[in-house]
């Protein structure tokens, strides 16, 4: 059984930073191209970031050029390192397969607020 968990999130000031984790059992990152999702309130979930099998990474344009997404394929986890973060990327941030294939973790609320 496939089972996500997303971490990191927290509340920061605009400007600021915050990584994310997602760590998986049951499945093997590296052979998947892995995406980092977010919902925020009255919103369609929406995919930010995704990085393929290979190491290619796309960003949607709301987060490219502050928002990286790698891997680590030894410890099975995919991260992504967000900054200059502004309110609107208040969201509930999952990862997940692209396209989706895996039921979603509980997630990792990312609030930006002064």
């Known amino acids: 059984q496939v089972q996500l968990v997303e971490s990191g999130g927290g509340l920061v000031q605009p400007g600021g930073s915050l990584s994310l984790s997602c760590a998986a059992d049951?499945?093997?990152?590296?052979?998947?191209?892995v995406g980092w999702y977010r919902q925020a309130p009255g919103k369609q979930r929406e995919l930010v970031a995704r990085?393929?099998?290979?190491?290619?990474?796309i960003y949607s344009e709301s987060v490219k050029g502050r928002f990286t997404i790698s891997r680590d394929n030894a410890k099975n986890t995919v991260a992504l390192q967000m900054n200059n973060l502004k309110p609107e990327d208040s969201a509930v941030y999952y990862c997940?397969?692209?396209?989706?294939?895996w039921g979603w973790g509980q997630g990792t609320q990312v609030t930006v607020s002064s």
């Open positions: 049951g499945i093997t990152f590296r052979l998947t191209t």
């Open positions: 990085i393929t099998s290979g190491g290619t990474t």
């Open positions: 997940n397969a692209v396209p989706i294939r």
